[in-house]
């Protein structure tokens, strides 16, 4: 019973996806009205679900229960907990976010199922502490993930679907093979196990950075990194824009999860911590540059928001790669992580659900037809124009502080030269951002329809808004989760 | 009570933006006296400081964040010194002149004075911050309302010129925050006092010189320094008057307020092995700036340049590393920031009323503009350091003091006075003196109480100063006194 209790927040989320299906299986379909009317009740259920997933996180940090469960398979700790909230977050965002797109859409209760069992998904990535865990936990979350990129059924969500899951499945092989890599040389598929091996090993180096090779190339695709990436563009643009968002976010976020557990917990110590930093390192120069030089040119919001993930993800990973530079147990690359992906989500989930809003009332997910939205609708448009100040790095937005952190653990693992390349990719990055900011507000529109979002969008929209504001001003809370969620490595 | 100066303007821009539709004729009031306020609050301040005592005094701190698990403890500190405390005052003094000077603004008049109050909040938070972090925050936060101000309520080519003032402006601080982050991390302390103490950064994990030139960047593209100019005239030229003020009024002296705060203060030893460094591009900026007036047609970018050349003064007198040189720069920014606000706020009233900035096609307006040209004439009277006006206290106390060290390059700074003789009273005979062209025959004088107000403050403040120059540079001295210590 204590597993399970442990586990509640992700049973929370699986149970609540169930429960839909079964809702929606039993509700009768007869007509466009009947549809419509259970809309609010199918959508009502997932974020009671999402909620209740939360709530369990919470209680859990309220009694301050850690612990590991079902022999060594799952742990909760700071960690654990930082990221359920996280996904549990998300996923309820996502739900309103997507009200307006279940309007026209079939298969209503297969999406919503699908997105809090991906988020089961991804919480177990996080809580995964066994290798064969952390693998099932990838699959679940990818393989809800396939289905819910080619819901729509259009011509380029089929493409983007069979690129997703013609990619993911080769990235799944080649993580499975330094996994088993893993195993070979330790004999054993827990983390703890695989430490214990890893500290002490004085031969094998070779091998166990193959391992480290191929678990960062498999991965690499979750996190979106060049040069893993390909498949970003297309499946962006293609998927319907609130799994977009879900894929940026919280499937990105899930992708560094799993790498900080396996490589903090399992390769943290020893012989190869030295050369796994300098990979992460060369990734992140290389993944900013990249994405941020692609995104530069890219006509379709969508595909820019795709390329700019990729460069973020490159910043991300500046965090990992300061870890272990200099200093196997300096927390502050870990921590820098973990706040960076929490600001991260507000930011980019404001943006993402502003132009849900923007490009349904516009007919149009191109940059140059935003032109004079802030004349339609300024609180849209001030709304994204936050999100993307925050995207670029201005104060006092929640980006603001995570890039200055990012920043400041590479100072401190002496890696400022690749401080330097990121700072210089947040001015790439400011030309693009602030290219939509000055198309809405600097330029006149077509016509002078004033447009609303509809009540849903404009509720999350103003909570990301206010959230990557509060972060800004007031980041103490969120610094303190991370540090705490870092202090999960320390070893010795 | 000083952040209250700094934050009020915030509470005034909220109270506009929740304004109803119909009320938005109400936002200046609001706007202008939000201004007020500050400006009383700044002034009282100025007659408060304890000059016998100096040091930075007004200090609030409190912390902001604080992290447990490394040196990346942030805190909200802010003081004023001899230094700071007349450019806070400059400040709040042009604020509320481009909020007066705004008066009649047409196009969303709203959001125009919620940026303008966001803008001013963002300037007195630059130069009162004693955190590094912190300076950094402000630092950047000024470049999203000059963002909109320019972009949206600029002229010509607006949106080119708001890109390029941010993006030059951005990369700039983009290499100021790996220098703050390297000094923190070395000093661990983001505290200017602290890091100002901390003596040598040669144990660093970059050379002390990078440090250095990171810091430097960011300050040379604000100031700024030929051959990071290029943004000035297209800012100045396409910003709506108000925002060209406060551009040439304040904006540019965060650059030259940096290179005497940061860069001198916390790294005197680079700062001294490069001061030949310096003062050569401190001659180029004053020449160059001053040959480029000569060619300009318009109105706005003749004195955009003119600026390259004056913020030139303020970077020769600190390459002099004494005293003299250093009070002088920190006059000649104060004095500069009087003079050339004025400038931009009488063109921008011309140019409200012929609708053109040509000089070639103004001619004569003398006789319709008496008001203006007398102003004028004073402006750029002062502005070539005539005597008894505030420039010449600044630019003669930059060459004594520079004089010593860099014989020749001061002498290259005195011919940039020749020039400017020069370029300004060739302006002023072509567009005022002269015959009246009959199609300007209907232009009228400025006249409301608006414009007339603003403008007779600040040829008091610039007469004031020509004066009796002690009453501002004997703070400013007291000021920069300890940096000169340190730079010996």
């Known amino acids: 019973m204590d597993d399970l209790h442990l586990l509640g927040p992700q049973l929370a989320l699986l149970i609540g996806g169930g429960l839909i299906i079964i809702v929606d299986v039993l509700l009768p379909i007869a007509g466009r009205e009947a549809y419509l009317q259970r809309r609010p ?18 209680v859990l940090v309220l009694t301050d229960e850690r612990g590991e469960a079902f022999d060594g398979m799952i742990a909760v700790d700071d960690f654990t907990l930082f990221f359920n909230f996280l996904f549990a977050g998300v996923a309820g965002v996502i739900v309103l976010a997507s009200v ?196 530069l040119v890219q006509g379709n919001i969508k595909r820019m928001l795709g390329y700019s993930s990729i460069a973020q993800a490159g910043t991300i990973l500046i965090g990992l790669a300061a870890v272990a530079a200099e200093d196997p147990q300096l927390l502050l690359g870990t921590s820098s992580v973990v706040f960076f992906l929490g600001a991260y989500a507000f930011t980019n989930i404001g943006a993402f659900i502003a132009i849900i809003a923007i490009s349904h009332k516009i007919g149009s997910d191109q940059i140059d037809d935003y032109a004079g939205v802030a004349k339609r609708s300024p609180l849209l448009a001030l709304g994204l124009a936050a999100c993307l100040f925050s995207l670029t790095g201005f104060p006092p937005t929640a980006g603001f502080i995570a890039k200055v952190y990012v920043f400041n653990a590479a100072v401190q693992a002496d890696l400022v030269w690749l401080a330097i390349i990121g700072v210089i990719n947040s001015v790439i990055a400011a030309y693009y951002y602030l290219r939509v900011v000055l198309n809405m507000f600097a330029r006149d529109p077509e016509t002078d329809d004033a447009f609303l979002p509809s009540p849903y969008l404009g509720a999350a929209l103003a909570a990301a808004v206010v959230g990557l504001f509060a972060i800004g001003i007031y980041p103490t809370p969120l610094i303190e989760a991370s540090e705490s969620a870092a202090r999960v490595f320390v070893f010795g | ?116 109050l966001v803008l001013e909040t963002s300037l007195l938070g630059v130069f009162s911050s004693l955190d590094l972090v912190l300076f950094f925050l402000f630092w950047e936060v000024e470049l999203v309302p000059m963002f909109f101000l320019i972009s949206i309520w600029g002229s010509g080519n607006r949106v080119y010129s708001a890109w390029k003032y941010v993006l030059y402006t951005f990369l700039g601080s983009a290499f100021m925050i ?98 030949l460094v310096f003062a050569v591009i401190a001659a180029v900026s004053i020449l160059y700036g001053a040959m480029m007036t000569l060619i300009q047609t318009d109105l706005k970018r003749l004195i955009a340049y003119s600026s390259v050349s004056h913020m030139g003064y303020v970077l020769l007198g600190a390459s002099s590393i004494g005293l003299v040189g250093l009070t002088g720069a920190a006059t000649q920014m104060v004095t500069h920031g009087l003079i050339t606000g004025m ?146």
Do not use: C
């Open chain 2, 1 to 116: 009570m000083l952040t209250f100066a700094i934050l009020f303007p915030l509470v005034g821009a909220v109270l506009i933006a929740t304004l109803p539709k119909d009320q938005e004729r109400s936002a200046r009031v609001i706007a202008a006296i939000t201004a007020v306020i500050v400006l009383g609050v700044v002034a009282y301040l100025f007659i408060d400081y304890d000059r016998g005592a100096g040091g930075y005094q007004f200090i609030d701190s409190t912390t902001w964040l604080d992290s447990d698990i490394s040196d990346f403890d942030l805190n909200y500190a802010v003081g004023l010194d001899g230094l700071s405390l007349p450019l806070v005052l400059l400040t709040a003094f042009l604020g509320l002149v481009s909020v007066l000077i705004s008066w009649r603004i047409e196009l969303r008049p709203k959001e125009y004075f919620v940026w303008l």
């Open chain 1, 100 to 295: 307006d797109f279940l309007d026209r859409h079939r298969f209503q209760g297969e999406y919503l199922a699908l997105i809090l069992i991906a988020a089961a998904g991804m919480s177990l990535m996080a809580a995964g502490t066994d290798l064969i865990m952390i693998f099932i936990a990838l699959e679940l979350q990818a393989i809800a993930l396939f289905a819910l990129v080619g819901i729509s059924k259009s011509a380029s969500g089929s493409e983007a679907t069979l690129k997703f899951l013609l990619l993911s499945a080769i990235s799944t092989a080649i993580t499975l093979y330094g996994m088993a890599y893993l195993f070979g040389l330790s004999g054993e598929t827990s983390l703890d196990g695989i430490f214990e091996y890893v500290s002490n090993a004085d031969e094998n180096r070779s091998a166990l950075v193959l391992a480290a090779v191929f678990l960062t190339a498999g991965l690499g695709f979750k996190m979106a990194v060049v040069p893993f990436q390909m498949w970003v563009p297309d499946v962006y643009e293609g998927a319907p824009t609130p799994i977009t968002a879900f894929l940026s976010v919280a499937s990105k976020a899930a992708g560094f999860a799993v790498v900080m557990r396996i490589f903090l917990a399992a390769l943290g110590e020893g012989i190869v911590t030295t050369d796994w930093a300098y990979l992460f390192a060369a990734i992140a120069a290389v993944s900013m540059t990249v994405g941020n030089v692609l995104a």
């Open chain 2, 178 to 275: 790996v220098g703050i982050l390297t000094l923190g991390f070395t000093a661990g302390t983001f505290d200017i006092r602290e890091l100002a103490e901390f003596g040598s950064f040669d144990d660093a994990i970059i050379p002390a010189w990078s440090i250095f030139t990171l810091l430097s960047i960011a300050f040379l593209v604000k100031m700024p320094i030929v051959p990071f100019h290029t943004w000035l005239p297209d800012a100045h030229t396409d910003a709506p008057t108000a925002v060209s003020v406060m551009l040439a009024g304040v904006l540019l002296k965060m650059g030259g307020y940096g290179i005497l705060r940061m860069s001198f203060s916390i790294m005197p030893e680079q700062a001294s092995d490069a001061n």
């Open chain 1, 41 to 58: 009740l199918l959508s009502g259920l997932a974020i009671l679900a999402a909620a209740g997933s939360a709530g369990w996180s919470l």
């Open chain 2, 343 to 488: 400038l931009f706020a009488l063109v921008g009233m011309v140019y409200d009323r012929a609708h053109t900035r040509e000089i070639g096609e103004l001619r004569g307006l003398a006789t319709r503009m008496p008001f203006i040209t007398a102003m004028m004439l004073v402006a750029g009277l002062a502005s070539l350091g005539l005597p008894s006006l505030a420039g010449f206290a600044a630019e003669v106390t930059v060459f004594l003091g520079t004089f010593e060290r860099h014989e020749a390059l001061t002498i290259v700074g005195v011919i940039g006075v020749a020039f400017a003789a020069g370029y300004i009273l060739w302006m002023i005979q072509r567009v005022f003196w002269g015959e009246l062209d009959p199609k300007w025959a209907e232009l009228t004088d400025a006249t409301a109480w608006w414009e007339r107000g603003p403008i007779i403050a600040l040829t008091a403040a610039i007469i004031a100063i020509g004066v009796y120059p002690a009453w501002i540079m004997d703070l400013l001295r007291d000021g920069v006194a300890p940096i000169a210590e340190r730079l010996a």
